[in-house]
Nanobody, 120 residues
Framework: QVQLVESGGGLVQPGGSLRLSCAAS????????MGWYRQAPGKQRELVAAATSAGSTNYADSVKGRFTISRDNAKNTVYLQMNSLKPEDTAVYYCNAVLALYDGYEYDYWGQGTQVTVSS
């Protein structure tokens, strides 16, 4: 069984910063990509940022220049540094991992979500 455990959400004022962390644990053979998605009330879940094991990254246009994704492959952990936060960044943030187990198959796992609220 694989678990993704997220931490780091909370309430922050506009212009502030937060750092999200997500650690994957379990019988994991290899992680291909890890990323962050978010879902605001009444909206669809959207990609925020993703990083592959090879080091390539992808960002939503709305967060480019403000958010930075990074990975610690040895710890199966992904981070999201969020700077210059705006009220429109308010959402539940979900960690995602695309990985392979020892059965040879590829799976898509999600964390439980962490609330980020940007408000004065």
């Amino acid at each position: 069984q694989v678990q993704l455990v997220e931490s780091g959400g909370g309430l922050v004022q506009p212009g502030g910063s937060l750092r999200l962390s997500c650690a994957a644990s379990g019988s994991i053979f290899s992680i291909y990509a890890m990323g962050w998605y978010r879902q605001a009330p009444g909206k669809q879940r959207e990609l925020v940022a993703a990083a592959t094991s090879a080091g390539s990254t992808n960002y939503a246009d709305s967060v480019k220049g403000r958010f930075t994704i990074s990975r610690d492959n040895a710890k199966n952990t992904v981070y999201l540094q969020m700077n210059s936060l705006k009220p429109e960044d308010t959402a539940v943030y979900y960690c995602n991992a695309v990985l392979a187990l020892y059965d040879g198959y590829e799976y898509d796992y999600w964390g439980q979500g962490t609330q980020v609220t940007v408000s004065s």
